[in-house]
């Protein structure tokens, strides 16, 4: 099945300074890569995605970027602020078999210090 | 996107007994599926959840340890059965609309945050 590696476990970027979170997946049939933020005690927020057809997206402070050959795909937040502080969780989806549930990274604890 | 309520937020049970959690979502979906969230652990999926049929299971999950429902396309449960201190977790629904040949989108509940003494 799908292996989903995620990198790094915690990040403490200062407040305005870009930060960067780093997965792998194994399966080159997967076809969708959902990022997740979740904040104590809530479930996890959806707050961006990007599909195999498509290399970069965008949306405001938050873009990610996805190299398929090398099976990586990449989370950039600019300008953190100290609400961007929360665990983020990289996932993927869609290799075959009808139920694309999502596979999981370990998440990364991202820390904006004032 | 999608609203999605779980019942009850939180409880603490006595190790043997069994919990039903119920979810419901405010518009009709394709999908529905159950993770686990074992304390401070990322996200595992139990099972997704089939309207009118048995649900398919994950590996290392078993449906006599978590039983499944689906009766229509805005309402699921999942049981945890005999529980043990090691069921003591998050447990979260999602759904989405499957679109053809594409994955789609899954917005996630607020989780039932278990408590097994």
């Known amino acids: 099945g799908e292996n989903v590696e995620q990198h790094p476990s915690t990040l403490s970027v200062q407040e305005g300074d870009s930060a960067v979170i780093k997965c792998t997946y194994s399966d080159s049939a997967s076809n969708y890569f959902p990022w997740y933020k979740q904040e104590l005690g809530k479930g996890p927020q959806l707050i961006i995605d990007?599909?195999?057809?498509?290399g970069e997206k965008k949306d405001q402070r938050i873009a990610v970027t996805l190299n398929k050959t090398a099976k990586h795909f990449s989370l950039h937040i600019t300008e953190t602020q100290p609400e961007d502080s929360a665990v983020y969780f990289c996932a993927a989806s869609g290799s075959g078999g009808g139920a694309d549930g999502l596979t999981f990274g370990k998440g990364t604890h991202l820390i904006i210090q004032p | 996107s999608a609203v999605i309520s779980q019942k009850p937020s939180r409880d603490i049970c006595q190790r043997g007994t069994s919990l039903t959690i119920q979810c419901q979502v405010d518009?009709?979906?394709?999908?529905m599926f159950w993770y686990r969230q074992q304390p401070g652990q990322s996200l595992t999926l139990i099972a997704t959840?089939?309207?009118?049929?048995?649900?398919?299971?994950e590996s290392g999950f078993v449906i006599d340890k978590f039983p499944i429902s689906r009766p229509n396309l805005t309402f699921s449960t999942l049981t945890v059965s005999n529980m043990s201190p090691e069921d003591s977790s998050i447990y979260l629904c999602s759904v989405g609309r499957r679109t053809p040949q594409l994955a789609d989108t899954q917005y996630f509940g607020p989780g039932t945050r278990l408590t097994v003494l």
């Open positions: 959840a089939n309207q009118g049929s048995e649900a398919t299971y």
């Open positions: 518009s009709q979906v394709t999908m």
């Open positions: 990007i599909r195999s057809n498509v």
